[in-house]
């Protein structure tokens, strides 16, 4: 199925895989339908930079004193393991009442177990939080595509860290003689150099929010290793191109 012939229905699934809501056959479906076509993929990592920068407004939460009891308790259930795992080298009584329904050592070991599994929530969810607050904040987005519109490069800016970050979405890849340049284009002005591209996946460039402020568009050339001057503009052809658009998120 080509989704991009249907935008709404590839924002929705996009939504959905980002927030974890998409599961089973449905999810490697999309997954598969990603790896396939570059617009789908841009779409999943836009909507999951958006997601991800909702966590800012959450207020951090200090984990429950209850889980240095439950550290404790396991502790003691580890030094009771250890106990068992003597009795049992010793000679097993003729008959034990009850039957295995009745051991004493399948009920310690199903409440360290459940111990166990209860600190392991408290924790990787604590860790998880903090992963989620630290997250990048994402003000400006831009998906640049070539002129058969297939996306080719998603951007997006973190003032946070003063960074852009780009991830290439499309198969092009540059000659290793030439490289990819980006460019801000501001209304009735020259286009303004943001930094030369390397050939990895996904790379970082420093910026600032004055330098986006006001920029309706970006913009990627091919030029000669190691990119121009700023001041020459482009003087190769402009492989990409995109609206640069705020979130209001």
Not at 76 to 96: I, M, N, Y
Not at 105 to 127: M, N
Not at 200 to 215: F, M, N
């Amino acid at each position: 199925m080509n989704l991009a012939a249907h935008p709404r229905l590839l924002a929705l699934l996009s939504a959905a895989h980002a927030l974890g809501t998409l599961r089973g056959g449905a999810r490697r479906r999309f997954e598969t339908l990603a790896r396939e076509q570059a617009t789908v993929r841009a779409s999943a990592l836009l909507w999951q930079d958006r997601l991800a920068s909702l966590t800012e407004l959450e207020t951090p939460v200090a984990p429950d004193p209850a889980v240095w009891t439950r550290i404790r308790n396991l502790v003691d259930a580890e030094q009771q393991r250890e106990a068992l795992a003597r009795q049992r080298s010793a000679p097993a009584p003729a008959t034990r009442p009850g039957g295995w329904w009745g051991s004493l050592a399948l009920w310690r070991g199903a409440a360290a177990a459940g111990a166990l599994a209860t600190v392991l929530a408290v924790v990787v969810g604590a860790g998880l939080r903090e992963q989620l607050r630290s997250a990048p904040q994402v003000q400006y987005v831009a998906v640049l595509s070539d002129d058969r519109s297939d996306a080719s490069m998603l951007v997006t800016f973190d003032p946070k860290n003063r960074q852009l970050t780009l991830q290439r979405v499309g198969a092009y890849r540059e000659a290793a003689d030439r490289s990819l340049q980006l460019w801000a284009l501001p209304p009735g002005g020259a286009p303004r150099s943001l930094g030369v591209l390397g050939p990895q996946q996904a790379l970082h460039l420093a910026a600032t929010p004055s330098e986006l402020q006001a920029v309706p568009a970006l913009a990627i050339s091919l030029e000669p290793k190691g990119g121009v001057p700023s001041e020459r503009g482009p003087t190769g052809p402009v492989l990409f191109k995109g609206p640069l658009i705020e979130k209001t998120l």
